[in-house]
């Protein structure tokens, strides 16, 4: 279960990936792309999606985290929030050359793709683009400032996705609760999406020193029902 590299042809570009690939005795055969936030890998945000990869490895699934920013040249930090439509479709299309890439390694073509903070929203935007199994949201936004058309996300559309899993701290400031992942989850309900929405984490966002911290009990509990959640969707 060790992190090893690669890299993933992506619209001409070479672009880096690591990935995580279970021992032969656990070996479920079936994959998670993971895609970090705005911060990248820096940091205690970058630790905590490092663990998160190696304890999905561990459960037994093959785990491929792209480094999209490279197929557009964007810097980590806050301002990667603010990026534009065609930035967005670039990175979709990373995504998708992942889960193509995943489904090759593990000979299956069962995939979820799982996105912390802004990719939470790139995630729900891959999965109405590229078929996947399953989609999981770690307190994203459900729509940036760009969104516009059809690249906004909206109840119409949602209908589009796949099962769904939703993680938000109550104590979020910098992704509130009220204006993203509620929403998301009435959106699913009446669309008659499968929907599992873990709203109930007593913490804010990764990162955010002016509320709660995702501490490490949010952090294995967020892990263990993620692994629940998967072992039921794929």
């Known amino acids: 279960m060790t992190k090893q590299t690669s890299s993933l042809p992506v619209a001409g570009k070479s672009i880096s990936c690591s990935f995580w690939t279970p021992a032969p005795a656990v070996d ?50 806050l301002l990667a929030a603010a990026s534009t439509n065609a930035t967005f479709d670039k990175w979709v299309s990373c995504l998708s050359a992942a889960t193509l890439w995943a489904r090759s390694k ?26 996947v199994d399953a989609v999981i949201d770690f307190f994203g936004p459900l729509n ?33 609760l009220k204006s993203s992942s509620e929403i998301l ?9 499968k929907c599992d929405a873990q709203l109930d984490y007593s913490c804010g966002h990764p990162g955010d020193r002016q509320s709660p911290p995702w501490n490490a009990a949010a952090e294995k509990k967020s892990l263990d029902r993620t692994i629940t959640f998967l072992n039921a969707s794929l």
């Open 106 to 131: 593990t000979g299956t073509p069962a995939v979820a793709l799982l996105g912390f903070s802004l990719c939470g929203n790139l995630v729900l935007k891959s999965a109405l683009a590229f078929a």
């Open 28 to 77: 479920r055969k079936k994959a998670v792309i993971v895609a970090y936030g705005s911060m990248g890998m820096q940091g205690d945000f970058g630790r905590m999606i490092e663990q998160f990869c190696a304890g999905l490895c561990k459960a037994g699934y093959f785990v491929v985290l792209p480094a999209y920013f490279e197929c557009s040249g964007t810097v980590p930090g």
């Open 144 to 176: 940036l400032p760009e969104d516009a058309g059809s690249h906004a996300l909206t109840q119409a559309r949602i209908g589009g996705l796949p099962k769904t899993q939703i993680h938000h701290g109550k104590k979020d400031t910098v992704v509130p």
């Open 185 to 193: 989850r009435g959106w699913l309900s009446v669309k008659g999406v």
